[in-house]
């Protein structure tokens, strides 16, 4: 007996039977210019269930289930999300900013405690719990991050930075400075540890 496939399927009936409440989201969510960033947001979090779903579906599901899914979902279709996610709220412990820009399929891994602070993130970013991005002083000096970034636990990445395409920060790294594409980088302050797949240990 699959547990996990049972307690998935439960939970899709739940949502199912809870539909109604979700029709302003289920509106918003068909018309919204974000509507593809959202489909690969699902897409790219499917992994966690057990379950087959189509996207319309798989939406519902999140919505009922995933306080984390609800907060991403608020962000992408702006300020009109205020007039109702007051009784539907996304998880209050992972903050994006409002003025953040970003990109589909942001993979969320237990985010709890994570701020999002940057002035722009690219396709496929992955987070993890007890993340802080932000500025440094001056409100504008935020990060621009590339695609398919890839954060560790407890990561810190302050300033105006730039981060490039297909990286990975290990965990409790803390980044102030840029980081170009294709590295691992770990540690306090970062050094980089593989570049283009060689070994190496380059501080930034």
């Not at 412990?93 to 722009?120: C, D, M, Q, V, W």
Request: hydrophobic residues 40%; charged residues 15%; proline residues 3%.
């Amino acid at each position: 007996m699959n547990l996990k496939k049972i307690r998935d399927l439960n939970n899709f009936i739940l949502a199912l039977l809870f539909i109604w409440v979700y029709i302003p989201h289920i509106t918003l969510y068909i018309i919204s210019k974000n509507k593809k960033d959202i489909n690969n947001d699902l897409g790219f979090n499917n992994y966690r269930l057990n379950i087959q779903l189509g996207k319309f579906f798989l939406f519902v599901y999140h919505l009922h289930n995933d306080s984390y899914f609800r907060a991403i979902f608020y962000h992408r279709i702006g300020i009109i999300s205020q007039l109702f996610s007051w009784w539907r709220p996304g998880c209050k412990y992972f903050i994006i900013s409002k003025t953040t820009k970003l990109g589909g399929g942001l993979r969320f891994i237990h985010p709890f405690s994570t701020i999002i602070n940057a002035e722009s993130i690219g396709k496929n970013f992955t987070v993890r719990h007890l993340c802080t991005i932000g500025n440094k002083g001056d409100r504008s000096r935020r990060p621009i991050i590339g695609n398919n970034v890839v954060l560790g636990v407890n990561v810190t990445i302050i300033g105006d930075i730039i981060i490039g395409d297909n990286v990975i920060v290990g965990a409790g790294s803390v980044i102030t400075k840029n980081i170009p594409h294709d590295c691992t980088v770990v540690g306090n302050p970062g050094r980089i540890i593989l570049r283009n797949g060689i070994p190496t240990n380059e501080k930034l």
